[in-house]
């Protein structure tokens, strides 16, 4: 199976590709750099992903993408590129929750499959947030609570002393959530990595949970400035 993973869902992305026979998986993994880079890098870095592998772009199986939380303009590169690349090759599609990335992500790093807190920056000192707890009915091991838009310290203050924490906000919150008497993952699993987008991507399509390009939508961390605007917004 060849699969293109793809996560433009921080400020910094990636890409990878993914071949899985036997005996064994590679995975080749790139980064995108800047966001403002996202669009204009995250094809030719797809195709090189692909090619470090042996394959190109028409031979993709399964497109994996990051639906969220995430930035708006992130996002939105990115899940369109994964649906364009579904209609173009007929490949399927799997969205992706970055909270399961991070949940996989923060467990191998620390060694230990718990619940773990996970929150993104959604900026104006609030965090996108929610409860990841291990689950092995699950396809992936994991199920994913309810996310939450709060403030960022009383996020830190509603999670019981000693649980993990993880995730790309705890990159804006300093020593925070150790003061608190949390636990801290390791920083390398804070943020999500195509790589680990592409074998979620992987266990989802096992278990026969894909998406349909014409209904997949970006999960936001928070509505567009000018859907605050409109009558009704929060803004």
């Known amino acids: 199976m060849n699969v293109l993973a793809i996560d433009t869902s921080l400020p910094t992305g990636s890409v990878a590709s993914l071949v899985r026979s036997t005996p064994g998986t590679r995975v080749v993994e790139r980064p995108l750099g800047a966001a403002g880079e996202h669009a204009r890098r995250l094809m030719p870095e797809l195709v090189t992903a692909a090619a470090a592998l042996g394959w190109q772009i028409p031979a993709v199986d399964l497109v994996a993408v990051v639906r969220g939380p995430g930035s708006f303009t992130g996002l939105r590169v990115g899940v369109t590129t994964a649906k364009t690349l579904c209609w173009a090759v007929t490949a ?23 619940e773990v807190a996970i929150a993104f920056d959604a900026g104006r000192g609030e965090v996108f947030a929610a409860l990841a707890t291990p689950d092995d009915d699950a396809p992936t091991g994991w199920l994913i609570g309810v996310g939450e838009l709060v403030e960022a310290s009383r996020w830190l203050d509603l999670i019981p002393a000693g649980r993990w924490v993880s995730g790309p906000a705890l990159e804006m919150l300093g020593d925070a959530a150790q003061v608190r008497g949390l636990r801290v993952a390791p920083q390398a699993a804070w943020r999500p990595s195509a790589g680990e987008v592409a074998t979620i991507a992987i266990l989802r399509a096992k278990a026969g949970l894909f998406d349909d390009p014409q209904t997949l939508l970006p999960e936001y961390s928070r509505p567009s400035y000018a859907e605050e605007k409109k009558p009704g917004g929060t803004g």
Not at 92 to 114: H, I, P
């Open 92 to 114: 399927r599609l799997v969205g992706v929750s970055g909270f399961e990335v991070v949940a996989r992500q923060t467990a191998a790093a620390c060694g230990r499959r718990e």
